[in-house]
C-alpha cells in the first residue's frame, strides 16, 4: 500500500472524527506547560495585523507554511512570499469555535508535542527545514490524529496559496475572467 | 418579489396558502407550479440573494457564499464531502448544469423493488419536457468543449468504449469555465434565472436569509411555519417568522428536509424518515500528461464528458458499476490531488495545465442515515452516517484502476487523486497497489454531491415517507420535493430528476388532480 504501510490498523480505525473536529481533540488531551506554551511567544518574525490568528498562531502556521510550500524548486514563489498565514488569518471564521479549536490544537500538538516523533527535543518552529519536512511526512504516515494534523493543515495551506493570484503565474493559471472583490454581506443590526 | 434577509426590521407574520422551504430544484419547481396556479405562494431559503455581478469566480470568496457548510459538510467520520448549494436557487447555482434523466433502469427498478407503479416513462414525460424546455436543455455546444474532457472521448472512441457528451441547461454559455463558483454571466439557467424570478412575476413572495425551525400543527388543515430571518454569512438568529397557511413543500434538501420534519415531531409514524441514504461518492483523479497536451482544465465546460462503458444500470439494483466524468475549474481543491508537500508537491503544480482531472463515479445503494442537533441559536448540525459497504469498496477499485489504465492509454505519465496518503502511481504495472486503497477516515477524501434519500418514496409509512405524488404519509398537504425523496440514486446528476419528480407532483397538485 506504498508509503500507508507503517500506520497500525488499530491506530487508523480509531481515526473516526471529522478532520478539524478531530484536532479539537488533539487541543484538549494533554495540557501543555505554561513555559511550553511562553516559548512560542518569543519570536523574529514580524507580526502583521491578525483577526482570528495569536502571534503565537501566526509564527507557527508561518513554519508551517513555508514547510509545505517552500520557496524555489518547482517554481520561486514559496507561501512567506505572499504571507500566506495572513492571508488565511484573514479568511479564517472568528465564530467558528470547532475551527478555531481545532486549528490551535493542530498548532500547539505540531509545535510542542510532535517533533517527539523524530526523536527531536526542538519546537516545531526551530527546527531545520528539512527535519521539518521529515515530521510532517512522518505525521502524515502515522494515522489517527497524527494524520489529521498532517491533512488539515496542508488542505488548509494549499487551498490558499492556490486561491492566491500572485500563485497563478507559476503554475500557468490564468485566473478568473472577471475582476471582483469578495462579495459584500449586507451589514445589519438586531 | 424577492425580499432579502437585510430588509427584514422586526419580527415577521405572514398568511398564504402555500409556503415552499427552499428554493434550489425541487422549490423552484414548485413555487413556479404553485404561483402559476393562482396560489398565494411564500418561498423560504435560508441562503442569501447573489446574482451574476456577485460571482467572482474563486472558490476561495464562492464557497462560503453559495455552499452549505462553506464547503466543508461531511459525513460523521469526515470522509465524504457532502456539497451542497445554499443560496438563491440552491445547488442548481453551483452545479455545473449537466442534465441527465432518471435512468430507464432506475424507474424499473423502482418499480420491481418499492411497487411504484406511477413512475414509469410515460408518466413522466410530459414533466421532462416541461422542464426541458424552461431549462434550455440541448447537448453542449463543441466550441465549449475543452481539452481535459475531450481526452476522454478520444481515448474512449479509440478504445471502442462508450462514451458522449452531455445535456446542458446554459444559454450563451462562453466557456469560462466556473460553473462550481456561480455563473457570472447568468448562462447557467438555474432555478435562480428560470422558475424563481417567473414565480416572483406571478405573484410568489420570495425570502432569502430565512431559515425554517419547525412547523406546528395547528387545528384543522392550517400550519404555522416557525422560522428565523438569519444574517447573511454568520447565520446568526435576528428576528423570529411565523407564516401560517395550508399547505407546505419542503424542498430544503436531503440533510434538511428530514431535519424540519422531525424537528417538528412529524417523524413519529414515519420509521424510514433520515434513513435509506445515497451519497453516490465519487474521487477525484489528476493525470499529469507530457508538457505538449495541454489540459487547461479550468476554462470551457468542467464536466462536459463523460466515459460510460463501465457503467452496469439495471432493473435489480438501478444504477451500478463505475465511470468517469471529466471535471475542472477549481485550483485550490483541486491542489489536493497528491500525496506529496514542499517541493515534490511544487512540481506537481507546476505541471498544472497538462494535467487531467476527472471524477471517478461510484454509484451505491441506500446505506447511509442521518440524524440531527439543534444549537441554541436553532442552528442545526447535520450527522451523516454512512459507511461504505465492502461490495462498493471493491467496485471503486475495480473503477479506479480501470480509470487509471484509462488515462495511461491516453497518455498519462503519472496519476494521483484525492489521498493525502495514497502516493503516485506512474506506470500500468503499479495498479495492483490499489488493492490496498487506504478506504478509511482521514486517508482519503471522497465528494458526494447527490446526496439522497432521506425522504424516500414509498408505497406505505412503513416503507417510505413520501406517497408517490410526493406527499408526506401522515400528514396532510405537506408534500416534499427534493432529492431525499429518491428511493435510490436516480442519475449521475441529479438535478434534472429532481426538477422531473417536483414538476410531475406539482403539476398535477396545481391541476386539482
Not at chain 1, 30 to 59: C, G, I, N, R, W
Request: hydrophobic share 40%; net charge neutral; glycine share 10%.
Amino acid at each position: 500500500m506504498g508509503n500507508n504501510n507503517k500506520l497500525p490498523s488499530a491506530t487508523r480505525r480509531l481515526f473516526l472524527q471529522r478532520t478539524l473536529l478531530a484536532l479539537g481533540a488533539v487541543a484538549a488531551a494533554p495540557a501543555l506547560s505554561t513555559q511550553a506554551l511562553a516559548s512560542t511567544a518569543s519570536t523574529a518574525m514580524a507580526t502583521p495585523k491578525l483577526v482570528v490568528l495569536t502571534a503565537e498562531d501566526y509564527h507557527t502556521l508561518s513554519v508551517v507554511t513555508d514547510t509545505l510550500i517552500p520557496r524555489g524548486g518547482a517554481f520561486p514563489l514559496g507561501a512567506l512570499d505572499i504571507d500566506l498565514a495572513a492571508r488565511i488569518d484573514a479568511y479564517l471564521d472568528p465564530e467558528d469555535a470547532e475551527l478555531m479549536q481545532g486549528l490551535r490544537g493542530a498548532l500547539v500538538f505540531l509545535e510542542h508535542k510532535a517533533p517527539a516523533l523524530i526523536a527531536q527535543q526542538s519546537n516545531f518552529s526551530a527546527l531545520p527545514a528539512a527535519d521539518r519536512e521529515t515530521l510532517l511526512l512522518t505525521l502524515r504516515d502515522a494515522g489517527g490524529d497524527a494524520t489529521a494534523v498532517f491533512v488539515a493543515l496542508r488542505s488548509l495551506c494549499f487551498f490558499y496559496f492556490y486561491t492566491d493570484e500572485q500563485a497563478w503565474p507559476n503554475i500557468g493559471y490564468e485566473g478568473p475572467l472577471v475582476k471582483r472583490s469578495r462579495p459584500v454581506y449586507p451589514q445589519v443590526r438586531g | 418579489m424577492i425580499i432579502q434577509g437585510h430588509e427584514i426590521f422586526a419580527p415577521l407574520k405572514l398568511n398564504t396558502h402555500s409556503v415552499v422551504v427552499g428554493s434550489g430544484a425541487g422549490g423552484g419547481v414548485a413555487a413556479y407550479h404553485m404561483a402559476s396556479a393562482g396560489f398565494e405562494t411564500v418561498v423560504l431559503e435560508e441562503g442569501g440573494y447573489f446574482q451574476a455581478k456577485d460571482f467572482n469566480q474563486r472558490e476561495e470568496d464562492m464557497m462560503p457564499a453559495l455552499y452549505r457548510g462553506a464547503g466543508r459538510q461531511t459525513t460523521t467520520d469526515g470522509m465524504i464531502y457532502v456539497w451542497q448549494g445554499s443560496t438563491f436557487g440552491g445547488s442548481t447555482v453551483i452545479n455545473t448544469a449537466d442534465a441527465t434523466p432518471i435512468e430507464a433502469e432506475v424507474l424499473h427498478h423502482w418499480q420491481q423493488k418499492f411497487g411504484l407503479s406511477e413512475l414509469t416513462e410515460d408518466n413522466l414525460a410530459a414533466s421532462y419536457e416541461r422542464v426541458y424546455k424552461m431549462l434550455n436543455v440541448h447537448r453542449l455546444e463543441e466550441k465549449i468543449l475543452n481539452r481535459n474532457n475531450k481526452v476522454l472521448l478520444e481515448t474512449a472512441n479509440r478504445l471502442g468504449y462508450k462514451a458522449g457528451v452531455f445535456n446542458s441547461n446554459r444559454k450563451n454559455c462562453i466557456g469560462s469555465g466556473y460553473c462550481f463558483q456561480g455563473c457570472a454571466y447568468d448562462a447557467k439557467q438555474g432555478t435562480n434565472l428560470t422558475y424563481l424570478p417567473k414565480a416572483s412575476e406571478l405573484g410568489a413572495r420570495i425570502y432569502t436569509d430565512v431559515r425554517v425551525d419547525r412547523i406546528e400543527r395547528l387545528s384543522g388543515k392550517q400550519y404555522r411555519v416557525h422560522g428565523t430571518v438569519v444574517a447573511r454569512g454568520s447565520r446568526k438568529a435576528r428576528h423570529p417568522v411565523e407564516i401560517d397557511c395550508e399547505r407546505i413543500i419542503m424542498a430544503a434538501g436531503t440533510v434538511h428536509t428530514p431535519a424540519i420534519l422531525k424537528r417538528s415531531g412529524f417523524d413519529k409514524g414515519l420509521p424510514q424518515l433520515g434513513k435509506n441514504i445515497s451519497l453516490q461518492p465519487q474521487i477525484g483523479l489528476s493525470a499529469i500528461f507530457p508538457d505538449s497536451d495541454k489540459m487547461t482544465s479550468w476554462r470551457g465546460a468542467p464536466q462536459s464528458i463523460y466515459m460510460s462503458e463501465f457503467d452496469d444500470n439495471r432493473a435489480e439494483h438501478g444504477l451500478g458499476g463505475f465511470r468517469m466524468e471529466g471535471v475542472g475549474g477549481m485550483a485550490g481543491v483541486f491542489a489536493q490531488f497528491s500525496n506529496s508537500i514542499g517541493h515534490d508537491h511544487k512540481r506537481i503544480m507546476e505541471q498544472y495545465p497538462h494535467t487531467h482531472f476527472s471524477a471517478l463515479l461510484v454509484p451505491d445503494q441506500p446505506s447511509g442515515t442521518m440524524d440531527w442537533e439543534w444549537g441554541p441559536d436553532g442552528k442545526v448540525k447535520p450527522k451523516i452516517q454512512y459507511t461504505l459497504t465492502d461490495e462498493w469498496k471493491q467496485r471503486f477499485k475495480r473503477g479506479y484502476k480501470t480509470a487509471a489504465e484509462f488515462l495511461f492509454e491516453a497518455g498519462a505519465k503519472e496519476i494521483n487523486c484525492n489521498s493525502p496518503v495514497f502516493g503516485p502511481i506512474t506506470s500500468p504495472d503499479q495498479l495492483s497497489r490499489v488493492d490496498d486503497f487506504p478506504l478509511e477516515p482521514g486517508m482519503v477524501a471522497l465528494t458526494s454531491a447527490h446526496v439522497q434519500g432521506s425522504c424516500r418514496i414509498g408505497l406505505n409509512a412503513d416503507v417510505g415517507v413520501v406517497d408517490q405524488n410526493l406527499q408526506l404519509h401522515n400528514l396532510d398537504n405537506i408534500y416534499v420535493v427534493d432529492g431525499s425523496v429518491m428511493p435510490t440514486t436516480a442519475s449521475t446528476h441529479t438535478m434534472i430528476p429532481i426538477m422531473v419528480m417536483a414538476d410531475r407532483a406539482m403539476h398535477k397538485l396545481a391541476q386539482g388532480a
